[in-house]
């Protein structure tokens, strides 16, 4: 099939940081930047996959010295090299099997399997990737394809989701064949396309259809219904909360920090699924996410977030129990309340529903109002009193007991008892 690319195609040798002729005439453009390209998908940057039948490393460096590019060989064994432009990479691999077709075979599924050659402005296209494009649906190749390489199978829900395309019904019923394949891949791949998935916009429902054809059996294996009907409540809170306060997708939408030194690259509603997605026991959700190679601050996030979601139950809380809420919670506050009006059996919040879980959204809500006021005294409360002056002005010992005194005289002030360093020392004074 011949093509006449647009000027901005990524198919078009004018939209790239260096000259057609460094390739040769038998190089072609495989995989991903094809497919997106003809689905006019196409970003800032620019994504080349080519593949050559000889020389692959040495045409690599060859285009890096003449442009003074970067350059590092991906993967020697199988003759992969980089190039790297200030908008751009090309990577260069070494076409496998003896035909283009042969190497068109052994990949995923059809749509990554059309191949375009720059200099012919030719699109080739065995497998009829080009049709199930038109059709918006990912179709395998074979089913021997996606055995000999079993993250395939979540990578088909994976870019399901970012496609927008379905899964043909062959293909989902041999992925849910091979799904028990999916326990020899190792744990950062299987994270990397679960993260990929938790972030997407629309990569709920894909975790969902991947669930019910068992391919996290063995990475999660306490996921069940409730903890996804759970999940799929998530989006629409998460939306709902930052149509109502739009200051809250700074929480939801970017990285959230876990710590005072540490933030996750995870986005605070990526968390709260998660945290979803986990088992409900601490020690259980730790050794899943240990499974996974997970970071052991995200894991302490989720069990921060798990040990205080019963507390929003309580509602309506004491001026004493939303101050220690928020002192324990800090940024987390947003993913402990989406999680606490989406969990199961609570009415949607902006929905009706049973007076006591009216109740207690509207507690949980009023709680969100105070953390989003930085001048509300419970939510953030400036200390009247250090520590040091505590020690210093009654005469005490430095000790755990002094971190105690200090909690007791910052919940009074929450409450409105003191206001003043001298009358927060007066009360500290009399419970000696």
Not at 103 to 119: C, E, M, Q, S, W
Not at 380 to 408: F, S, W, Y
Request: glycine share 6%.
């Amino acid at each position: 099939m011949h093509l006449s690319p647009a000027p901005t195609s990524p198919l078009n040798p004018q939209s790239w940081p260096f000259d057609l002729k460094h390739l040769p005439l038998n190089a072609h453009l495989v995989g991903g930047s094809v497919r997106d390209a003809l689905l006019q998908r196409q970003g800032d940057y620019l994504d080349l996959d080519v593949v050559v039948p000889s020389a692959a490393v040495e045409t690599a460096q060859a285009l890096a010295r003449c442009y003074r590019a970067g350059f590092v060989v991906l993967d020697a064994k199988r003759h992969i090299a980089r190039v790297v432009f200030d908008r751009a990479t090309v990577d260069v691999a070494l076409q496998e099997g003896s035909t283009l077709e042969a190497d068109l075979g052994r990949r995923d599924f059809t749509v990554n399997a059309i191949a375009y050659n720059p200099h012919s402005q030719t699109l080739i296209d065995p497998l009829n990737g080009y049709r199930d494009l038109e059709a918006q649906q990912l179709r395998m190749i074979s089913a021997a394809n996606l055995e000999a390489d079993p993250l395939r199978l979540l990578r088909a829900y994976r870019q399901a989701a970012q496609l927008q395309f379905s899964i043909d019904p062959a293909t989902a019923a041999t992925i849910a064949h091979l799904a028990p394949h999916l326990g020899r891949i190792a744990a950062e791949r299987i994270q990397s396309e679960l993260n990929a998935l938790l972030h997407h916009p629309q990569g709920t429902p894909w975790i969902e259809a991947a669930w019910q054809v068992g391919l996290f059996q063995t990475w999660l294996p306490s996921l069940d219904a409730l903890a996804m009907a759970h999940l799929l409540k998530l989006d629409h809170g998460a939306q709902g909360l930052m149509e109502r306060w739009p200051a809250l997708a700074a929480s939801f939408q970017q990285p959230i920090p876990l710590t005072r030194k540490e933030s996750s690259p995870r986005t605070g509603l990526a968390l709260a699924k998660l945290t979803t997605l986990l088992a409900t026991e601490d020690d259980r959700a730790e050794k899943e996410w240990q499974t996974l190679k997970g970071s052991r601050a995200e894991i302490r996030a989720v069990g921060l977030l798990r040990r205080l979601q019963p507390q929003l139950r309580l509602q309506p809380l004491s001026i004493r129990q939303q101050y220690l809420l928020f002192q324990s919670a800090q940024g987390l506050l947003p993913v402990l309340a989406l999680l606490g009006l989406t969990e199961p059996g609570q009415p949607c919040f902006c929905g009706p529903g049973s007076q006591s879980g009216a109740d207690r959204s509207a507690g949980i809500l009023g709680l969100v109002e105070r953390f989003l006021d930085p001048t509300d005294p419970v939510a953030h409360l400036k200390p009247l009193v250090t520590g040091q002056a505590l020690v210093q002005t009654l005469d005490l010992k430095p000790g755990p007991h002094i971190g105690h005194l200090l909690t007791e005289l910052q919940v009074a002030q929450a409450e409105g008892r003191i206001d003043s360093p001298a009358a927060a020392l007066a009360l500290a004074r009399s419970w000696q």
